[in-house]
């Protein structure tokens, strides 16, 4: 049975949901050329067991199938694919461009990416390849097309994955064959030489371009760079990636693949490899990979947020989490393992927020490689572990609320926005303020509002901003006109928009909007910043309400707002930290400030202005998501928390199968669906 899809929210309907047949996705990478064959059979009966529906097959399998140039072998593929259909188990079907084969290196190794000093890297690693290298075009076009002709219409293949995390090894080449992508992208952007001086303001230290012959890829040099040119050279980045993409893809399509296409997406508070608001168009279903990080303490909140950043999107069509991790990974300083239940909570939880599935890496724990000690859904000790029984355990949960499958998250009245070529902005080139997390603004108001129980869309600047009624702009450094006025208009038409600090401070090509800050916001605010005044390390600036700010302020003046709050101390006392000012039918606030302490009663006061308000139950930390499908709403209830919690819900509860008749009970650490009647 499945949930479908509302019809306010049908517009991108016409592409296959993933998880089509009304099963929620439950599985993971699967790598079996790592393993004997006998293990083969090993696998497909614990997947069973576990009630694995779908894994992503063939990410690193190319030296294997194409043995050599044009030389292929195939049985063993076909057994592999053989065994998982016969078990009923759908097949997410990789191009393996992750991974070329040591012959294709070898006969090419011009294909390998050049770092920034100029150094081609070498064999050993995987992504090596140019993304604009015409001899990686032609092998990873092939080896896309045999798999399409050979797999294409197979009933288990459900879907298909192009690479794997495209970009996130091999973001940036600065090789001749990309400076030469480089300047033609350069070309069609500017159109002429003298825009490119214009927008990358070259004047000054004088690197200024007498034609297009000029420009190249942004090779390290002796001192700081063009900020605007390390800023399109990201955008060009992006764009030769997404062209992979649309290689790879077109060639499944022209060799017959009918089922949706994707690629895993690196979404995460820290990653930006690639623009992904543009890319959606192209993809059939969002996927992602996201991997808490063990030293946060807070982890299921940064999922929160990433998991609405997803949604954000493509607010259209459920969204897929292709990869997590069932426990360590091997990548962070520290890796320690998932608590007993965590990998049960965060699957709920990534699903509550939309995901039409929980996918790991990998099904099984590797023994030797790089990723030896990645955790897999089958542990290195096998299946009389506390880990397996609790994969099974997920297993049958997923199992029992597939029904929500294919609904959507209920319309949120408030957006953050967020935007990964803004934060390319901040960071590339000389900044007030080195090594700040400008997106970590985001996250605080996500949190702040999500335990008010409102449920932020996390979207870009691109997106209709007309729904929300409150709508948060925090650190987006970077913004174009039409973003600036898409606020503006929001606010008019009855909308509360804050504007945190360090947002709209530069134009989209990373030029200073000069006149007072922050340029793209100063009149919808009616305030006029005049200096940044960032904080040194480990000072604070206390505010009139008591509020703490750390690391950012600035020497503002209200022109025509209202002064909520204003510095108290330091160098800056008296004059105002946050504004507010009366536009249209709604209202413009300034948060001027990082603020820190006492941040929750700011937010406090926003909302009271917005009017916005919960449409799920608020209990301390219970997570609480609503998704809505045709004629079905389910709540789902996650306890964060290590005390028992009672939420009032009224329905039939999927995960025990009870009746729900006015409140339940959610012990610690637990997690609920709530088909609601
Ligand atoms: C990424 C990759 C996977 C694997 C995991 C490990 O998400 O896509 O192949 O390396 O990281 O966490």
């Known amino acids: 049975m499945t949930g479908g899809r509302p019809a306010h929210l049908a517009a991108g309907a016409g592409r296959p949901a993933p998880a089509a047949d009304g099963r929620l996705l439950f599985g993971g990478d699967y790598n079996p050329e790592q393993w004997d064959a006998s293990v083969w059979r090993e696998d497909v009966a614990l997947m069973r067991e576990?009630?694995?529906?779908?894994?992503?097959?063939?990410?690193?399998?190319?030296?294997?199938?194409?043995?050599?140039?044009?030389?292929?072998?195939?049985?063993?593929?076909?057994?592999?694919?053989?065994?998982?259909?016969?078990?009923?188990?759908?097949?997410?079907?990789?191009?393996?461009?992750?991974?070329?084969?040591?012959?294709?290196?070898?006969?090419h190794p011009e294909i390998i990416p050049v770092d920034r000093r100029g150094i081609r890297y070498h064999p050993g690693g995987r992504l090596g390849w140019c993304a604009s290298h015409p001899t990686w075009h032609e092998y990873s076009t092939r080896i896309a097309r045999r798999l399409g002709e050979r797999y294409g219409d197979h009933p288990a293949v459900r879907m298909w994955h192009v690479g794997n995390e495209l970009g996130g090894g091999n973001r940036l080449c600065f090789c001749d064959v990309s400076s030469d992508?480089?300047?033609?992208?350069?070309?069609?952007?500017?159109?002429?030489?003298?825009?490119?001086?214009?927008?990358?303001?070259?004047?000054v230290w004088g690197l200024r371009y007498r034609s297009f012959d000029d420009v190249i890829a942004p090779l390290a040099s002796e001192s700081g760079q063009n900020p605007s040119m390390l800023l399109a050279f990201d955008r060009f980045s992006s764009d030769e990636h997404l062209a992979q993409f649309r290689r790879e893809r077109d060639a499944l399509r022209a060799a017959g693949v009918a089922t949706p296409i994707t690629t895993n997406l690196m979404l995460d508070v820290g990653g930006s490899v690639a623009d992904y608001a543009g890319w959606v168009d192209d993809l059939d279903v969002v996927a992602i990979d996201h991997y808490t990080k063990a030293a946060d303490p807070h982890r299921e909140r940064e999922l929160a947020f990433v998991a609405s950043r997803a949604r954000g999107l493509d607010r259209r069509r459920p969204w897929l989490v292709m990869e997590q991790s069932i426990s360590a990974v091997n990548w962070q300083r520290r890796n320690a393992p998932k608590v007993a239940g965590e990998a049960i909570r965060h699957s709920v939880q990534y699903i509550a927020h939309g995901s039409d599935g929980a996918l790991f890496f990998q099904w099984r724990a590797s023994a030797s490689g790089v990723e030896q000690y990645h955790s897999g859904l089958v542990p290195h000790a096998g299946t009389r572990t506390q880990q397996w029984r609790e994969v099974v355990r997920l297993g049958g949960i997923l199992n029992r609320i597939g029904e929500v499958a294919g609904s959507l998250v209920e319309p949120s009245s408030v957006a953050i926005v967020a935007d990964i070529p803004a934060k390319w902005a901040w960071e590339e080139g000389q900044k007030p303020l080195h090594d700040y997390p400008i997106e970590a603004a985001g996250r605080r108001w996500h949190e702040a509002l999500s335990a008010r129980g409102l449920v932020p869309d996390v979207v870009a600047p691109s997106a209709d901003l007309a729904r929300y009624g409150l709508i948060v702009v925090p650190g987006?450094?970077?913004?174009?006109?039409?973003?600036?006025?898409?606020?503006?208009?929001?606010?008019?038409?009855?909308a509360t928009v804050v504007i945190g600090h360090l947002s709209g401070i530069v134009d989209e090509e990373n030029r200073i909007r000069t006149g007072g800050y922050p340029g793209a916001f100063r009149e919808v605010l009616g305030v006029f910043g005049e200096e940044f005044a960032p904080l040194l390390e480990g000072d604070e600036s206390l505010l009139a309400s008591g509020a703490v700010a750390v690391d950012w302020t600035e020497r503002l003046r209200a022109v025509d707002a209202e002064v909520v709050d204003a510095y108290a101390s330091g160098p800056l006392s008296g004059l105002p930290a946050v504004t507010r000012r009366r536009v249209g039918e709604g209202e413009a606030w300034y948060v001027s400030a990082?603020?820190?302490?006492?941040?929750?009663?700011?937010?406090?006061?926003?909302?009271?202005?917005?009017?916005?308000t919960p449409r799920v139950p608020v209990v301390a930390r219970v997570e609480a998501v609503r998704r809505v499908g045709e004629e079905r709403s389910w709540l789902f209830l996650i306890n964060h928390g290590e005390t028992d919690a009672v939420v009032p819900a009224i329905g039939f509860e999927l995960v025990a199968g009870a009746e729900v008749s006015g409140s339940l009970a959610l012990p610690a650490g637990g997690v609920a669906v709530v088909r609601e009647s």
Not at 183 to 197: D, F, K, P, S, V
Not at 594 to 612: K, N, Q, T
């Open 50 to 107: 576990a009630g694995v529906t779908t894994v992503t097959l063939g990410v690193f399998s190319w030296a294997f199938v194409e043995v050599d140039d044009d030389v292929w072998e195939w049985d063993w593929f076909d057994e592999v694919v053989g065994l998982l259909h016969d078990r009923g188990i759908g097949i997410d079907l990789a191009t393996p461009t992750a991974a070329p084969p040591t012959w294709l290196h070898r006969a």
């Open 181 to 203: 992508a480089f300047r033609a992208w350069t070309r069609e952007r500017y159109g002429t030489i003298e825009a490119l001086n214009r927008a990358w303001g070259t004047a």
């Open 476 to 494: 987006l450094y970077a913004v174009d006109d039409s973003f600036a006025d898409a606020i503006r208009d929001a606010a008019a038409a009855g």
């Open 594 to 612: 990082d603020i820190r302490d006492e941040f929750d009663d700011l937010v406090e006061r926003v909302v009271a202005a917005s009017g916005v």
